[in-house]
């Protein structure tokens, strides 16, 4: 069989995962063969999904958090909305998020059979609670925020959808699958600490440099999460709340060697970094003459013509485009100064 070789990040700026840190590579290839979704047998794995639990609710502002590794933000997601869902008193719950939202809401909606409503953002890109209001009713079971959109790095005003939840007894759930391991650094109110919040999705396998799949779901309370139960009759633990069943405890030794490695000295670090890769190139964008959105997060979205995106693809770089047709970049930890230069370099012969 020819070796075929894995992705060269040399010029990967469309991606939202990174390099994983040494330490939380040696940790999932050390526990690459343990199952966290049986924690009667494989219990020192168990064991380290609950320290990565709390390590989660640290950089959340959340004391005595409660949740579980899963294996990414779409099922994280999908797991708020199941139990707001499951808690909701009504036949026909509904779900408020701004049009921000990621598509794994839609997903969300459709295996739930929950309705989503959509709310228009405000011109700078975020959540606006005044229609995130007049959405709401009494079915509404979980009003959506969002802290780090996958497209604009905008933080949505998540105390003040915190409010709007609260008002018709629905759970606030705030998406911070890419911004949770950044927004620790910032002047940013986003977390448990800062509003009323039910659940939270944030990713070490993003930002916080855990090797893929590494997600995670945390919320304030253990009878939010036993929503989820279900009986695990032949397994030695009496129930189960995640999605999956059989999961590698690779993303949960890896989670933990991350956190280990880097909160808070190295996150903040890497913080500032990306943050001063993000508004260099924003600068030479927009010196060349293009519309730039300002970075507010280590995100860079400025109006590209399709050609110019298409051509770059065919040269090795890997750059996306938003909804609205920018070209996006996000100046994960992989992407260096010398890269960017390397990039804008190559636009500058179009």
């Not at 294996?71 to 008193?89: C, H, K, L, P, Y």
């Not at 509904?94 to 794994?104: L, Q």
């Not at 739930?112 to 228009?120: D, G, S």
């Not at 405000?122 to 969002?146: I, K, L, M, N, Q």
Request: proline fraction near 6%; glycine fraction near 6%; include cysteine.
């Amino acid at each position: 069989m020819q070796r075929v070789e894995p992705q060269d990040f040399s010029r990967v700026l469309s991606s939202m995962c990174t390099k994983p840190h040494p330490a939380a590579r040696e940790a999932a290839e050390e526990f690459l063969a343990t199952n966290p979704g049986d924690p009667g047998t494989y219990e020192t794995v168990s064991e380290l999904e609950q320290e990565a639990v709390d390590m989660l609710g640290t950089v959340t502002g959340l004391p005595n958090p409660a949740g579980y590794v899963t294996s990414g933000g779409t099922e994280a997601n999908i797991q708020a909305v199941r139990i707001a869902r499951n808690r909701a008193d009504t036949d026909r719950p509904n779900m408020v998020a701004p049009d921000s939202a990621h598509f794994s809401f839609n997903k969300a909606a459709d295996i739930l059979n929950v309705e989503l409503r959509t709310t228009p953002t405000d011109e700078d890109h975020r959540a606006d609670p005044d229609a995130v209001a007049r959405a709401v009713d009494e079915d509404t079971a979980v009003v959506v925020g969002v802290a780090g959109s996958t497209e604009y790095g905008r933080v949505d005003p998540i105390p003040e959808l915190a409010d709007i939840a609260n008002e018709v007894d629905a759970l606030c759930h705030v998406d911070a699958a890419w911004g949770g391991f950044v927004l620790p650094f910032t002047d940013h109110r986003w977390h448990f600490g800062h509003a009323d919040v039910d659940t939270m999705t944030i990713d070490p396998h993003k930002m916080g440099q855990a090797a893929i799949p590494s997600g995670g779901l945390v919320t304030h309370s253990k009878s939010l999460l036993d929503e989820l139960a279900v009986e695990t009759p032949y397994l030695e633990s009496k129930s189960q709340a995640t999605l999956t069943g059989t999961r590698s405890g690779a993303g949960v030794a890896s989670a933990v060697a991350a956190m280990d490695a880097l909160w808070p000295v190295g996150y903040r670090e890497q913080y500032h970094e990306s943050m001063a890769n993000a508004e260099w190139l924003a600068d030479r964008l927009a010196a060349r003459g293009h519309d730039v959105v300002e970075p507010e997060l280590p995100i860079v979205a400025a109006d590209m013509s399709m050609p110019v995106t298409e051509d770059l693809r065919r040269r090795g770089w890997r750059v996306t485009k938003t909804g609205a047709g920018e070209m996006r970049v996000v100046c994960m930890p992989h992407v260096t100064r010398s890269m960017l230069r390397s990039f804008v370099a190559e636009l500058d012969w179009f």
